[in-house]
């Protein structure tokens, strides 16, 4: 297949690149323009002389249409993804994330893309009314983030259900592994043990549901190019679920490393717009053949000695927002 990969710069978007690359499909990457003309990670992946990259803009209708005609289908991933900046700058994730989508819809439409993949994340939900969460789990976005992912989600499933067109929603929860940003916990985690000193965190008791990056990409595969995924949600994550402070520990005993856990007041989110659990019920991505692979400490290990050999990549001192 022809398939367009928005995003493919990012951290599931490349691992994402590689892997449809390696089944023989024929990619094409969509990452944003700027004028270093860097791919972002692709710009470290084996497979970057065997795929056609595309620099844009999601929020630039004319950009997304180019890079969408052709296509037999569409994997978009292009999204602010940082929390806490949601909460500095709303419209930004409004305009990326919600008209982005809106534009990769609406040229999808056009052109008779005959499928196309939209991604969810599990922050929709909002803390667990119940557990494990299934996609009837009631949506409650705590954030400005998740409030504009949800916003493209029912955009993308009101395209399904208005115009026929033929979008399946892939709801990943909390994915980790080689090439995330220093914004997210486990490599804030890891540099930081890495350089020694206090490990500085926010709320340590809040519970996470961790799925290693090559078993998300493979959700994305292996359920978002099902017929039976078309006009509805399907969660992918493992079934489990571990607390920041737990997580902090395990980390520390595979690294061999002891640090006291100081709390930093600049990485505790508002007290309405925490969520405190997240745990997957995955029946229906299981149903459909698809099961993560990759254990917990597996994967902490993995991505541990990523960082550890990328360490220029990440600056341990100070948190990025």
């Known amino acids: ?15 994402l690149a590689e892997r449809l690359s390696a089944l023989g499909h024929d990619v094409r990457a969509f990452v944003r323009y700027n004028s270093s003309s860097s791919w972002g990670w692709l710009d ?3 497979c970057k002389d065997e795929i056609e990259v595309i620099s844009g803009d999601i ?13 037999d289908a569409v994997f978009h991933l292009a999204a602010l993804i940082g929390i806490p900046y949601s909460y500095v700058s709303p419209l930004a994730y409004v305009r990326t994330n919600v008209e982005g989508t809106y534009n990769v819809l609406e040229a999808c439409r056009d052109l008779g893309v005959g499928r196309v993949v939209h991604t ?11 557990v494990p969460m299934d996609e009837r789990h009631p949506v409650n976005p705590q954030s400005p983030y998740a409030a504009s992912k949800s916003g493209a989600d029912h955009l993308a499933l009101s ?10 929603v892939i709801r990943p929860f909390n994915t980790y592994g080689p090439r995330q940003s220093a914004r997210a916990v486990i490599p804030a985690i890891i540099s930081q043990l890495l350089a020694g000193g206090e490990l500085r965190l926010g ?16 959700g994305f595969v292996e359920v978002g190019l099902r017929e039976e995924s078309v006009g509805r949600v399907t969660n992918i994550g493992t079934g489990r679920e571990i607390s920041i402070g737990d997580l902090a520990a395990e980390i520390a005993g595979i690294m061999g490393a002891g640090a006291r856990i100081a709390e930093d007041p600049a990485r505790i989110r ?11 019920d995955v029946s229906f991505a299981r149903s459909l053949g698809w099961a993560p692979e990759v254990s917990l400490p597996d994967g902490l290990r993995m991505t541990v000695d990523w960082i550890r050999r990328n360490r220029g990549a990440f600056r341990a001192g100070g948190y990025a927002v």
Do not use: Q, W
């Open 1 to 15: 297949m022809k398939i367009l990969v928005t995003g493919a710069g990012g951290f599931i978007g490349s691992h």
């Open 44 to 46: 470290e992946c084996g």
């Open 59 to 71: 929020r630039d209708m004319d950009s997304v249409r180019r890079a969408a005609r052709g296509a």
């Open 120 to 130: 969810s994340t599990s922050e929709v939900y909002g803390t667990a009314r119940y």
């Open 159 to 168: 395209y399904h259900r208005s115009f026929e067109t033929p979008v399946s």
């Open 203 to 218: 709320s340590l008791a809040p519970t996470r549901d961790l799925n290693f990056v090559s078993d998300t990409v493979k």
């Open 270 to 280: 508002p007290s309405g717009s925490e969520v405190e659990r997240l745990r997957a």
